[in-house]
């Protein structure tokens, strides 16, 4: 730019102010040389860098990025595993539309509804309709945790499998084998209460008085067809109850406790409680997953996932999905085959989590 400028002002100016141009040029090169710059962070690239100096009394000493660092880790056959499961529940959900079978648990279940149910059949059916929307949401979770995989956000990892975990869970509660058709029912009008009721209360706190209204004209036609089958029906008011809250003598399962029962299908106890501790702010947690690089009296701060945390990671997932998935098509007797053939081409996203109760 100075060079066109320089050569402009050649052509159609006087001498002298090419002179004092030359000048001003050779002074701003000058200063430009003086200026210091700093240096490159000589931190690794795998994790997202701060430069944030903690107290001495907070963090560990400094250590290089070992060997095993997932700057060499590709976790390709994590991420096939992962892409496979994707396109096989596509495939099956394809196949979610079609008539109830009358061999399934699903049609048998709608002749022993309460005779209170308007339309058993379509009860029934939704209560697998709004599971397979909650595997629907975990399997773009698990297309969000493939792309994670690579130097930066390691951290979010842990948020996305919890979600997606979170999600599975309540396909494992509301299509529990155990479940009697009325306690089916009931789990799924709270789940309906829950959903709307937590949408009018975010609301109310938003000052969303449009929402608001929308979320309690959901929540009363439910109550409304509750009630017609359990009358003694009552609406918990703050998130703190819903552990104490239940419908024709079932309990509702809270978050955790939904968790809790995956967790114990994938022979991963205590699933929940290490989801909670790596996604609430912990400074000890966030200590843990990193590494220090001293550079200039700085201590730069790297963060970093072991490479058995991410796969650890994508076996809860996948898992957790394929259970959820295989629960759906139990009820339906629908085939499983696609899933069984998913689960023999990758086998160590199924038994890697019960090989440790804790990354």
Known sequence: ???????????????????????????????????????????????????????????????????????AETFDAERAGALDLVVTWYSIASGLGKPTLPTSKCAHEATQLPQTVDQPEKVARSVVTH??????????????????????????????????????????????????????????????????????????????KASASEAKALREKVLGDARRTFPDIALFENVKDLDEWSVGGEPNAGLGHAVRLLGNLISTHGLYDVLSGFTHPSIFRLQKQTVSVAHDGYDYKSYYAEPDVVRWQFAVSCT??????????????????????????????????KMTAEP
């Open 1 to 71: 730019m100075l060079v066109l400028v320089l050569l402009f002002m050649l052509f159609l100016t006087p001498g002298f102010v090419l002179i004092i141009a030359l000048i001003v040029t050779l002074a701003f090169i000058v200063i430009l040389a003086l200026t210091p710059h700093p240096h490159p962070c000589p931190c690794s690239n795998v994790g997202a860098i701060s430069s944030l100096t903690l107290p001495d009394d907070l963090h560990e000493e400094g250590t290089a990025m070992d060997a095993e660092s997932p700057e």
């Open 131 to 208: 599971s397979a929307a909650y595997v629907a949401a975990a399997v773009q979770q698990l297309r969000a945790l493939e792309h994670l995989v690579g130097p930066d956000l390691v951290l979010v990892g842990w948020t996305v499998t919890r979600t997606l975990v979170e999600h599975c869970s309540r396909v494992i509660w509301l299509l529990d084998p155990d479940a009697t058709p009325t306690g089916r029912l009931a789990r799924w009008y709270m789940e309906l209460i829950t959903s709307a009721q937590m949408m009018r209360l975010s609301a109310k706190t938003m000052r969303d």
């Open 320 to 353: 957790s999905i394929y259970l959820a998935a295989h629960t759906i098509l139990d009820y339906l007797d629908l085939d499983t085959t696609p899933l069984e053939e998913w689960a023999d081409r990758h086998p160590d996203l199924l038994s890697w989590t």
